[in-house]
C-alpha cells in the first residue's frame, strides 16, 4: 500500500510594521498662531509622529510643549537625546539646540553654528530626508527669513512630500513664501487646512509607502557623530 506524502507546511513570513511616519514642521515669527491653528485640528489617534522645529530665544525656558498641549489631544514632549518616535506624539526641540533624526529616533545637539547663523529647520529637515527617504513630510509655516528652504530640497530630491502655509495666511510670510518661490513645495494652504492635506495625501499614498521597519539601536554619542558627519 503506497504511503500518502506528509502535508507541506507553509511557512508565511509576518510582514514587518512600517515605520511610523513622521510630519517635521518648520516656524519662526508668528509660528506660534500658526501651529496653535495647525494642531487644533489633529486629533489622537492619528497615526502620526510630529517633530516641531520653532526659532527660540536660547535663553528662554521652553514652554512650547505645554501651549501645543493644549490646542490637540496629541501627547505633546519636549524632545529628548535617543528618544523614539511614536506615533500620536508631538516632539518640541529644546531651546538653544539642532535637533536632527537617526533610524528612527530623535538627537538632541549642541549647535556648531553661531547664533544668528543657526537654521535649525534646514538641520532637522536634512536628516529627516536622509532617515526617511521617500517618506519624509516637511511643513513650513509662519516666519521670517529662508529657513528651511534647503532642508525643504533635501526632501524632494528624496522623494519626500512638502507642504508649507500660504503667505496670505502667515502672519510673517518670508519662510513659506522663500520655499514656494524656489518651486519645493507640493501643497499649499491655511496652516488650519494643512493637517487634513497631510492625511489626505497619506491615504491616497499608504499603498507604496509601506517597507520594513527601520532597526532602532540607541547609539548615544555614536549616533550623535554619525547625524554631524552626515550634515558636514
Excluded at 53 to 63: A, K, R, S, W, Y
Excluded at 70 to 75: D, E, V
Excluded at 82 to 92: E, H, S, W
Excluded at 204 to 226: F, K, N, P, Q, W
Aim: aromatic share 4%; charged share 20%.
Amino acid at each position: 500500500m503506497p504511503t500518502r506524502a506528509a502535508p507541506s507546511t507553509v511557512v508565511r513570513r509576518r510582514r514587518p510594521k512600517p515605520p511610523v511616519p513622521v510630519v517635521a514642521i518648520g516656524a519662526s515669527a508668528g509660528g506660534l498662531e500658526a501651529l496653535e491653528a495647525f494642531f487644533a485640528r489633529v486629533s489622537a489617534p492619528c497615526g502620526l509622529a510630529f517633530v516641531v522645529i520653532q526659532h527660540l530665544d536660547p535663553t528662554h525656558v521652553g514652554m512650547l510643549p505645554e501651549i501645543l498641549g493644549r490646542a490637540t489631544s496629541l501627547h505633546t514632549v519636549e524632545a529628548t537625546a535617543g528618544m523614539p518616535v511614536k506615533a500620536d506624539t508631538v516632539y518640541v526641540i529644546p531651546p538653544n539646540s539642532d535637533m536632527a533624526i537617526l533610524n528612527g529616533r530623535l538627537q538632541v545637539l549642541e549647535p556648531f553654528a553661531p547664533r544668528g547663523l543657526r537654521l535649525p529647520i534646514d538641520f532637522f529637515f536634512r536628516s529627516l530626508a536622509e532617515d526617511r527617504g521617500a517618506t519624509a513630510i516637511g511643513i513650513i509655516l509662519s516666519g521670517m527669513g529662508s529657513d528651511g528652504t534647503i532642508g525643504m530640497r533635501a526632501i524632494r530630491e528624496k522623494g519626500g512630500s512638502t507642504f508649507a502655509q500660504s503667505p496670505a495666511d502667515a502672519k510673517f510670510d518670508a519662510m513659506p513664501r522663500s520655499a514656494i518661490a524656489a518651486g519645493l513645495v507640493d501643497v499649499v494652504d491655511a496652516a488650519s487646512a494643512l493637517p487634513k492635506r497631510v492625511l489626505d495625501f497619506l491615504s491616497a499614498t499608504r499603498t507604496r509607502t509601506g517597507g520594513e521597519a527601520d532597526d532602532i539601536a540607541a547609539g548615544g554619542a555614536v549616533d550623535r557623530s554619525l547625524v554631524l558627519m552626515r550634515q558636514r
